[in-house]
């Protein structure tokens, strides 16, 4: 976790380089790192994995706060030094071994994984979900199901968000043969994209999870054939007002799908 007295001790430290003839360098680094954390905080994955979404807020303070020491007479700043060491000492060897946890937690998972899709032929794609090593080591074109690692043109970024629905929507518009071939999926994290069009063909699971989305990572064989069937045609006395493809983003935007206050009587 975040080292608890460093929270308070190390901003206190910064705030007093204000005081300083260094104050506008220390000003806009307290400021970054107060935007930082609340843009990080306005995000839910900030609580998880050791508050690394923070690190930045805290490389920004901590420049702020050698600045101070550097304002202060020699052995100050000195024993100012030593205290913020020894407030963060006794924490260094658990984080030590968190890391070396994260590390294996890929190198088992996320490695394993991308070294079986590596027997695959070159031309297949695969779809992943928290990508990690697998791209690399599988040497495969992947799409990030999450859009972290972009898509092209598709809003999967965007989609993503709005949860596996949108995501599908945005597959099911691509070409059939540009669509991924493979998934390398948290069936945790895409229960229903996994289970409709996927058939498992391999799975890794470890043991000690901390850093990974779940502790089984499923690879599976795509079947789309879902998204090809023909849509459904009025019937020729029939009249379109407007139609709108729920959940695909590009639709509802033109729809104004977003803006709507209820559904008009005539909108099929």
Known sequence: AVLPALVFVLPLVALLGLATRRRALVGACVFSAFLWTALVTWNGNAPYHNFRYYVPALLLVSVAASLTLSELPRRAAIAGALVLIGISAPKVPGQVRYFVTCASNIRDQHVEVGLKLARLPRDRVVLVGD?????????L???DALGLGG?????IADAAV??????????????????????ALYPNWFANLSSR???EIDRVTIANNVIGGGPTKVIYEA????LDVPGMSLASNDALAQEVDVAHLSSEREARYGTMQAWEPSLV
């Open 197 to 199: 069009f996927g058939h």
């Open 162 to 183: 709005q949860g596996e629905a949108s995501v599908v929507e945005e597959l099911e518009e691509m070409s059939p043969a540009d669509r991924p071939t493979h998934l």
């Open 141 to 143: 074109h992947a799409m």
């Open 131 to 139: 990508a990690g090593a697998i791209p690399y080591v599988s040497g």
């Open 151 to 155: 898509s092209g043109h598709r809003r």
């Open 223 to 226: 079947d789309w054939s879902a």
